[in-house]
């Protein structure tokens, strides 16, 4: 674990391998890209929706409370900052997509751009 992640925000977090997996199960996960759209035009991942941090407030309605969302964006950081408004807004099925598109690059899919 990383020193500055708390236990409970371990607990948030889905790591990269899990994730392809459950989605190549074909499970009902919504995964939202916090990041800006110049970033994504840069690197992504397939099935993920782009929803930048600054405009989560005003958009978190376009999201289903109930749906298990997972957040990613370059790292983390940004991510479990959108986490965190989620949760203040009553979403509960909630992960944070360990290392963020960097770490995707390393783990899953060596094609996607590092930046």
Not at 7 to 26: H, N, P
């Given at each position: 674990?990383?020193?500055?992640?708390?236990?409970?925000?371990?607990?948030?977090?889905?790591?990269?391998?899990?994730?392809?997996?459950?989605?190549?199960?074909?499970?009902?996960?919504?995964?939202?890209?916090?990041r800006e759209p110049y970033e994504a035009e840069i690197a992504k991942i397939p099935c993920a929706r782009l929803i930048p941090l600054a405009d989560?407030?005003?958009?978190?309605?376009?999201?289903?409370?109930?749906?298990?969302?997972?957040?990613?964006?370059?790292?983390?950081?940004?991510?479990?900052?959108?986490?965190?408004?989620?949760?203040?807004?009553?979403?509960?099925?909630?992960?944070?997509?360990?290392?963020?598109?960097?770490?995707?690059?390393?783990?899953?899919?060596?094609?996607?751009?590092?930046?």
């Amino acid at each position: 674990a990383h020193p500055t992640v708390t236990a409970d925000e371990e607990d948030l977090e889905i790591s990269c391998t899990e994730l392809k997996a459950r989605l190549d199960r074909g499970e009902p996960i919504v995964v939202i890209d916090v990041r800006e759209p110049y970033e994504a035009e840069i690197a992504k991942i397939p099935c993920a929706r782009l929803i930048p941090l600054a405009d989560l407030p005003d958009r978190c309605s376009e999201l289903d409370p109930d749906a298990e969302i997972v957040l990613h964006c370059r790292s983390g950081v940004r991510s479990l900052k959108a986490l965190r408004l989620l949760q203040s807004r009553g979403f509960r099925r909630l992960k944070n997509l360990r290392g963020g598109i960097l770490a995707w690059a390393d783990e899953v899919d060596p094609s996607v751009p590092k930046y």
